[in-house]
């Protein structure tokens, strides 16, 4: 951490003519005597840094200097020019321009082996996300409609503070001014975004979101199913594996969360699946089907 701080800072810098240390601890979320240890060790690594006192002071760079590459080892650079590309190609930060910058500097190009996305396939988040960005980072207030899982619909107006992303969705962490607490809403329930022109302040105490936000507390169960031989190919992709049976089918143990989500996916093996336990979520799914079918009749 201290030393992906150290090269924060230093970046800072070298974009700045000079910086106080109150806002470099403001920035990081450390105390200022954190900031000047850090300075400290910067100068003992060379780094030409020094510090003015008075009106108009700050922490500054020596003139004319240039970031030696020797600051990180070979093994470091690659790990930080791997970490911007990834975040480039997700599209949440705008990173492209400063991996061109380190690129140059340590002489070298990321290896392209990880590439993340979270979009979904004939969707695009980049401008959601460009607008959550900047107002988490500048501080400013949003408003927009939001669907709770009951159908209802409120306008809210909230104080963002970070993106989530948990159990295959997105979340947005805020202070919500219409409940006076802390609350997370999922993206995708998320509709006419306004970006407002109001500032906040970052609160001394961020209390711990109520989950009703996201959905009541998730149950999880074993379930235990059967599937056909035809596909064999997905039970890998969706269920990480089955025991072949002696008729070609295969069984499936898993412990996981009683959701629309799971049903959903059953649903979408159609007849070629079937859940052998627990009773109650055979029922449940019998159920689920049996509306299915008063659709079409």
Same mark, same amino acid.
């Given at each position: 951490?201290?030393?992906?701080?150290?090269?924060? #800072?230093?970046?800072?810098?070298?974009?700045?003519?000079?910086?106080?240390?109150?806002?470099?601890?403001?920035?990081? =979320?450390?105390?200022?005597?954190?900031?000047?240890?850090?300075?400290?060790?910067?100068?003992?690594?060379?780094?030409?840094?020094?510090?003015?006192?008075?009106?108009?002071?700050? #922490?500054?760079?020596?003139?004319?200097?240039?970031?030696?590459?020797?600051?990180?080892?070979?093994?470091?650079? =690659?790990?930080?020019?791997?970490?911007?590309?990834?975040?480039?190609?997700?599209?949440?930060?705008?990173?492209?321009?400063?991996? =061109?910058?380190?690129?140059?500097?340590?002489?070298?190009?990321?290896?392209?082996?990880?590439?993340?996305?979270?979009?979904?396939?004939?969707?695009?988040?980049?401008?959601?996300?460009?607008?959550?960005?900047?107002?988490?980072?500048?501080?400013?207030?949003?408003?927009?409609?939001?669907?709770?899982?009951?159908?209802?619909?409120?306008?809210?107006q909230v104080e963002p503070t970070k993106l989530w992303f948990k159990s295959r969705a997105w979340y947005l962490k805020t202070f919500c001014l219409m409940r006076q607490e802390a609350r997370t809403f999922k993206l995708t329930r998320i509709r006419n975004l306004t970006l407002t022109n109001q500032y906040f302040l970052k609160r001394e105490k961020q209390p711990q979101p109520k989950q009703t936000a996201i959905q009541p507390p998730t149950q999880f169960i074993h379930f235990e199913l059967k599937v056909a031989a035809a596909y064999a190919y997905? #039970?890998?992709?969706?269920?990480?594996?089955?025991?072949?049976?002696?008729?070609?089918?295969?069984?499936?143990?898993?412990?996981?969360?009683?959701?629309?989500?799971?049903?959903?996916?059953?649903?979408?093996?159609?007849?070629?699946?079937?859940?052998?336990?627990?009773?109650?979520?055979?029922?449940?799914?019998?159920?689920?089907?049996?509306? #299915?079918?008063?659709?079409?009749?």
């Open positions: 951490m201290q030393t992906t701080r150290l090269f924060e #800072i230093l970046y800072i810098l070298l974009g700045k003519e000079h910086v106080t240390a109150k806002k470099l601890a403001q920035r990081f =979320e450390v105390s200022t005597r954190t900031i000047y240890r850090d300075i400290d060790t910067l100068g003992m690594a060379g780094i030409p840094i020094y510090t003015e006192k008075g009106k108009g002071g700050g #922490i500054r760079l020596m003139p004319d200097f240039i970031m030696n590459k020797s600051i990180l080892d070979d093994t470091e650079q =690659e790990e930080l020019l791997t970490s911007l590309q990834s975040l480039a190609r997700m599209r949440i930060l705008n990173s492209n321009a400063t991996l =061109e910058k380190l690129s140059a500097t340590f002489g070298k190009t990321a290896t392209d082996w990880l590439e993340v996305d979270f979009s979904e396939w004939e969707s695009d988040n980049t401008e959601i996300f460009a607008t959550l960005k900047t107002a988490i980072l500048e501080k400013r207030m949003i408003e927009f409609d939001y669907l709770n899982p009951t159908g209802e619909t409120t306008r809210r997905r #039970i890998v992709d969706d269920f990480g594996g089955g025991e072949l049976q002696d008729d070609g089918t295969y069984l499936i143990h898993l412990k996981w969360p009683e959701d629309d989500w799971i049903y959903g996916l059953i649903l979408s093996y159609g007849e070629n699946i079937e859940i052998l336990q627990p009773p109650h979520a055979r029922e449940l799914f019998k159920k689920k089907l049996e509306k #299915i079918n008063r659709k079409y009749l």
